[in-house]
Structure formats: C-alpha cells, structure tokens
C-alpha cells in the first residue's frame, strides 16, 4: 500500500547521501519533497502540516550525531516523526477483569467486518482464548451465513440464532449472545453488527442500542484504508456518533495510496490497534507504530518476520537440522530440507516474506514477480523421491532421475538442476556450519580446509625463515579466504536453494551494484 510513498522518500533521501554537511536550503527542499510525498499518499493536509513542522523544527541547527552523517540523522528524525502520527506505541487490547470480555466491530458495508470478525476470533483463538463471534448484521444479504463459514474456517463458534436477511432484533441477538458466553464459558464475544452504504440515523441508533445493552470493553471501528480522506471523516462521524476505542485498518496490500493509516490515529486520536494485509484470515497483525514507520522508509520489518517464525517453525526439527549440517557427512538430505522449506512457506508468500527484509523496496518488482509455482514444482520433485533418495542423493542415478521426472511431471534436467544446487549448497552451509569460513579474518581462521592446509605444509618440511613463513601463511590466507568470500557472493549461489528465476534476477542485480 506505501510503495509510492516508500518510493518518493527513497529518492529523497537518496540526494541527501553524498552531502557532507546539509544547509538551510538542503533541508528546505527535503522539507518540500517530504511535504509532496505525503500529499499525493492522499495523508491529511494538518497532519502533514503538523508532521513538517515537527521535522523541520528538529532538523534547523542539528547536531551530526558522530555515528550517523547528516542524511541518516534525518530519516532518523523522520522515522521518529512517523512512529508519533501513527500512534506512538502499540496498543494492546483490554481484557475484561471478569469474563467475558465484549469487543464490538462497527464500521461501514464493504470495510471487511465480517472477514475481520473471523480473523480477531482466529488471532484470540491464538493467544489461547475461547471466543464466540456473534452475528448481528441481520440486514445485509447471507451475513450470517457468511460469518458461520468464517467462523467455521476460524475453528470459532458461532452464535447466530436468527437467519438474517431483514429478519430477527439485532439488540436481543447481541443480548442474548452474552447471556450464551456466560454459560458456556466463552471468555471473549466478537460482535459483527451492520453497516451501510453511507452515514444515516439507521445505522447510527442501531449500533448505539447494542452497544447500550452489551456495555463492549472495546468498541473498535473497521475501515477499509483503500478509500483515503473519506476514511478520516467516517471515522469522525462514527466517534460523534457513538464512540469507539480503536481503529482496524483492513485491505492494507491493496495499491491505494494509504494516507488513511497515516492520518486516521492522529486526526481522531484513537490508536490502531490492528492491520489486516491479506484476504486469508492468518493475514492479521497487531498494529505497531514502528514497524510501519520502518516499512514506510524501506527498512523492512524483521520483528514482525521473527514473531512470525517463532510462531510457525518447529524449534526442535530446526534444531535437529543445525546439528546435521555441523556434522557434515552429507547428512543433511533432501528430507531436511523440505521440511526446512515447508516451515518457511508457513510465514506466507514469498513474496511477502522477502519484502520485509530491510532493503527490499528497491527490489519491489522482482519480489512481487515471485512464482510461488516454483516451490510447488520443488517440492513435487523431492516427493517423488523414495526416503532413502531423499536422504542419500548420490544413489540417484540416470534411471531414478527419469523416474522422479516422470513422476513429478518435469524434466530430467530439472531434477539434476535441483540436486547440483542442493549438494553445493550444502557444502557451503556445512563449512559455515563446521567451524566457520576457511581463512576468513575473525571467523576464527579455522575449518577442515584450513587444518589440512597446516597439516600439508608441516609434512612439507620446507625450511624457511619465520618472517618469510609467516608472510606466506598469510598470502595462504588470503587467497583462501579471497576464494571464499567470492563463492559466497556469486549470484549462483544465491539460487542454491532453486529460488524463483525474479528472486535470481534481484541478487544478480544487488551483486552487479556491490
């Protein structure tokens, strides 16, 4: 949603590299710059006037940290400027002190409150909470139907007693849904109520009935973040109208411009308390201030992107996997490795999983062009293997290769490409694995090549003075640790996993810049 934004700040920043020193003028038209950036990302106008002045009032007479030249003390005060209008700090849901605790969803028809209503209940469900969602958009067509296969797709419970589609009292729904939890032990209600096309009294009195008679400890507004200065002014309108204590941003991977998440927490001063990026319900975070400050100044999100690992990998089969790798042997095998791959892919795209690496912005076409296809085609490979294959790929000879081929509908040529990549990769991490990089300064100097190549030239018995031998010990180390350092960073080792030909072509282009 910010990659024009995240684009214009990038080329502005990118002028401010080679000066030295920034004058009053530099600072000026960086002011200019930021100031046109933000408006064409459609961010309200007082808050870019309020967010310009905060930086400029900082940047006039700085004092050049002697850990970061003039540009980076800018995006530093930047960043710190971004945090504050989004909200300063996360805001963690408040629980009940006596179950249950009573979130209400209240929003406009087409924000995304019944989706988002599946995706909190999932995210509660996570964070080992029992909640029951609740459905009290009896007007809109099949949206109780929709909320049950949601909540079905959430593996939530569904209190839905009326059939919707302008039947049934959406006051006593939400009443009698309380009364439910209390019974059954439910420990937090989600409630979806009804929205409209626009603001009317209708909905207005609707949604302050339920919220008379359920008494929410939460009472959140959903809003679509495609739909800019609009979303500021709904938002006001519905505070005015029946006050809520937080905003949900939804359908941040869309291409709007996204001034709305810039503007929203600022202008209403409510805080974002989370952001749905995705249309499958596991596209759901906490919203933190920070790591969206960073996202939007390209500096990637690797916070989220370890959370997000703890969550889904397996830390024993990751640990089993290391110790593979340490004993070398080629005892790590295809298995392994697939199962490495699996638990990545967890994480989400690819696409999305690399875009939150620090840097990726400049590679943003690549990344997107990303063809998850080639992982499945991967992976269909290795499973046409039999497990003694997988784990021992030097058994694999002409005719098992055609026979995995066949089975996984490639070519041979793509099973030979899939082993050679494998087997040198491997090589690679179990050196990183065994002791370091051979000859490469504080990495400890060590690993096997290294110990045979002072084994070799003890055997050798060459007398030599100790300055000549000690000066050709270190060409020795050099020339190994030049060789390491360029098998490292050829572009082909990059694909040693069989990347998607875009990811190649990105590293290929990172290489060709270094």
């Known amino acids: 949603m910010f990659d024009t934004l995240q684009d214009r700040l990038a080329d502005v920043f990118k002028g401010l590299r080679s000066k030295g020193r920034l004058t009053s003028a530099d600072i000026d038209t960086t002011m200019r710059e930021i100031r046109i950036a933000l408006l064409e990302a459609d961010v309200n106008l007082g ?43 996360a805001r963690p849901i408040r629980f009940a002190k006596k179950p249950p605790t009573i979130i209400m969803l209240a929003g406009l028809q087409g924000a995304g409150k019944t989706t988002l209503a599946g995706k909190l209940a999932r995210w509660l469900k996570s964070e080992k909470h029992s909640p029951l969602l609740v459905a009290c958009d009896l007007q809109r067509p099949n949206a109780v139907n929709q909320l049950q296969i949601v909540g079905e797709r959430a593996g939530v419970h569904v209190f839905a007693p009326e059939p919707g589609n302008g039947v049934g009292d959406p006051v006593q729904v939400a009443q009698r849904a309380i009364e439910h939890a209390q019974r ?84 209403i001063g409510k805080p974002i308390l989370f952001a749905s990026n995705g249309e499958t319900l596991a596209d759901f975070d906490v919203f933190h201030p920070d790591r969206m400050a960073s996202r939007i100044l390209g500096m990637g999100d690797v916070l989220t992107l370890i959370e997000q690992a703890e969550k889904n990998f397996d830390a024993e089969a990751s640990r089993e996997a290391a110790e593979k790798l340490s004993a070398g042997k080629g005892r790590f095998g295809l298995q392994d490795f697939l199962a490495q791959m699996q638990q990545l892919r967890k994480l989400g795209p690819l696409s999305k ?101 002072k084994s070799k030239s003890k055997k050798s018995g060459r007398k030599s003075s100790g300055s000549s031998a000690k000066r050709k010990q270190q060409e020795t180390g050099r020339a190994l640790g030049a060789k ?22 990105m590293f290929e282009k990172q290489q060709g810049k270094g």
């Open 484 to 505: 390491a350092a360029k098998s490292s960073m050829e572009p082909q080792t990059m694909d040693e996993f069989q990347l998607p030909p875009e990811l190649q072509k």
């Open 47 to 89: 808050v870019v006037k309020q967010f310009i002045a905060a930086v400029k009032e900082r940047c006039v007479g700085i004092e050049v940290s002697r850990a970061l030249n003039p540009s980076q003390q800018i995006i530093k005060i930047v960043n710190e400027e971004l945090i504050e209008i989004l909200g300063g700090q």
């Open 184 to 267: 059954s032990l439910y420990d937090v209600v989600v409630i979806d109520t009804a929205g409209r096309l626009g603001i009317d009294e209708v909905l207005m009195q609707q949604a302050a009935d339920i919220k008379a008679v359920t008494s929410p400890d939460e009472v959140l507004f959903v809003v679509d973040a495609m739909i800019g200065q609009d979303a500021v002014n709904t938002a006001k309108a519905f505070d005015e109208g029946i006050g809520f204590d937080g905003v949900v941003l939804t359908k941040l991977d869309g291409d709007a411009r996204g001034g709305a998440a810039l503007s929203i927490a600022r202008v």
């Open 353 to 453: 999983i690399f875009g939150m690496l620090p840097g990726a912005g400049q590679f943003k076409d690549a990344i997107n062009s990303i063809d998850e296809r080639e992982v499945d085609r991967i992976e269909a490979i290795i499973f046409s293997m039999t497990p003694a294959e997988r784990d021992d790929v030097s058994i694999l000879n002409g005719s098992r290769r055609a026979r995995i081929a066949k089975g996984a509908g490639v070519q041979v040529s793509d099973v030979n490409k899939l082993v050679n990549r494998f087997v040198e990769a491997r090589k690679m991490m179990e050196q990183m694995a065994g002791g370091g990089m051979p000859g490469m300064p504080g990495m400890g100097g060590g690993g096997r090549a290294a110990r045979k190549q």
